[in-house]
C-alpha cells in the first residue's frame, strides 16, 4: 500500500526494528525461555485478543508489555505510528504460527536445541543476578552529576530545525485518474494559497489522510529529514503560514502549508533530564558489575591447564 502520510518510510521501520530489538531478542523473557514451545502459544490472560491469525492470537496484555518495556518517547512514537505496530503484530503472529510448527514436529527435544536452550537458561541466571549484585544508588546521579554531564556533552545536544506541517493529501488510485486529481489538488491549492486561515477546514473536508484530516492536516513538528523527499523542497522554501502548490509522490497529490518553523538549537537539561539520568545510570551500573567480576576473579585461585586448551585449539570442529 502506497504511504499517504507526509513521513518518510525509514521512520516507521526505525520505530519497527527497535521494538523487535526489545521485545523479540533472545533471552528478554526470562520465563519463556526456559519453558517448552507451547508455554509460548497459549494466551497469557483473559484479555481480548488484538490480533489473530489461525490458532495464534496477540492478546492486550502481550501488548502492554511490548509498551511497558519502551522508553517513554518510543512508546508514545510507537503510539502514533499505526503501521509501524501492525508491521509487529504480524511479525508477532507469524513467529508464534512457526514455533506451533516446530513443536508439532518435536523441534524442542532435539539434542542442538536442548543445549542452546540450557546456554539461553544460563545467560538469563547470569544477567538477572549480576544485575541484582550490582544495583546503583537510588539517589544517582546527583543534580550536580547531571550537570557535569550535559556540560561536558554539550555539543551533542544540538537539535535540527523542526517544521510543523499540514497537509491535504489526494490519492491517486489508479493513472487514468491522475489528472483529474491533479486538476483538484491544483484547485484546492489556489483556495488555500488565497485564504491561509482555511487550511484546516479544507482538509478536514477533502484531505484523504483521515489521521492527520481530523487535526485539520496537522502533522505535527518534525525534522526536515523525516519529511518524504517529494515534500521537502516545498517545504524547505516556504515561509511560515504559506501554502505550497501541490506536489506528486508514489501516493497522490500533497497540499503542504507551513504552521510553524523552531531553528536548530540546543536541548535544555531538562528536556534531557530523564534520559540523560537512564544513561548515566546504566553506565554506572555497567562499572559496578564489570567491577564484582574483577573482584571475583581476584578472590579465588585461577588456574589454566595449557595442554587441555591446546589440545582443544588444535582439534578441528
Known amino acids: 500500500m502506497k504511504k499517504r502520510n507526509l513521513l518518510a518510510g525509514a521512520g516507521a521501520l526505525a520505530v519497527l526494528v527497535g521494538v523487535l530489538a526489545l521485545v523479540m531478542r533472545p533471552g528478554s523473557d526470562p520465563v519463556a525461555a526456559v519453558q517448552p514451545a507451547t ?17 495464534q492470537q496477540v492478546d492486550a496484555q502481550e501488548l502492554k508489555a511490548v509498551f511497558a518495556a519502551l522508553p517513554a518517547d518510543s512508546r508514545e512514537q510507537l503510539r502514533g505510528n499505526r503501521a509501524a505496530l501492525e508491521s509487529w503484530l504480524r511479525t508477532r503472529l507469524a513467529e508464534k504460527a512457526l514455533i506451533e510448527q516446530a513443536d508439532a514436529q518435536g523441534w524442542p527435544q532435539r539434542p542442538d536445541i536442548e543445549q542452546q536452550t540450557r546456554a539461553a537458561a544460563e545467560q538469563i541466571v547470569f544477567r538477572s543476578y549480576l544485575a541484582s549484585v550490582s544495583q546503583v544508588p537510588a539517589d544517582y546521579p546527583s543534580a550536580e552529576e547531571l550537570q557535569q554531564a550535559y556540560d561536558s556533552g554539550k555539543s551533542a545536544w544540538q537539535t535540527p530545525p523542526l517544521y510543523r506541517v499540514s497537509q491535504i493529501f489526494l490519492a491517486v488510485p489508479d493513472q487514468q485518474s491522475l489528472e483529474s486529481v491533479r486538476k483538484q489538488a491544483v484547485e484546492l491549492s489556489r483556495r488555500a494559497q488565497a485564504a491561509p486561515g482555511e487550511f484546516a477546514a479544507l482538509a478536514g473536508q477533502y484531505s ?11 502533522a505535527g513538528l518534525q525534522p526536515l529529514q523525516q519529511l518524504l523527499p517529494e515534500v521537502r523542497g516545498a517545504v524547505s522554501r516556504l515561509k511560515t503560514g504559506a501554502v505550497a502548490d501541490p506536489v506528486q509522490s508514489p501516493a497522490g497529490f500533497h497540499i503542504v502549508k507551513l504552521n510553524e518553523m523552531q531553528p536548530a538549537r540546543t536541548a535544555t537539561l531538562d528536556e534531557l533530564r530523564d534520559r540523560l539520568r537512564e544513561a548515566l545510570r546504566s553506565q554506572r551500573q555497567e562499572q559496578i558489575a564489570k567491577a564484582y567480576l574483577a573482584g571475583m576473579l581476584n578472590t579465588a585461585t585461577l588456574s589454566i591447564d595449557g595442554a587441555a586448551l591446546n589440545q582443544v585449539l588444535e582439534e578441528k570442529p
Not at 508455554?39 to 490458532?55: D, F, I
Not at 484523504?208 to 496537522?218: F, I, L, M, T
Open 39 to 55: 508455554a509460548t502459544l497459549q494466551p497469557t490472560s483473559n484479555a481480548p485478543a488484538v490480533a489473530r491469525l489461525g490458532n
Open 208 to 218: 484523504q489522510d483521515r489521521d492527520s484530516a481530523k487535526r485539520g492536516g496537522d
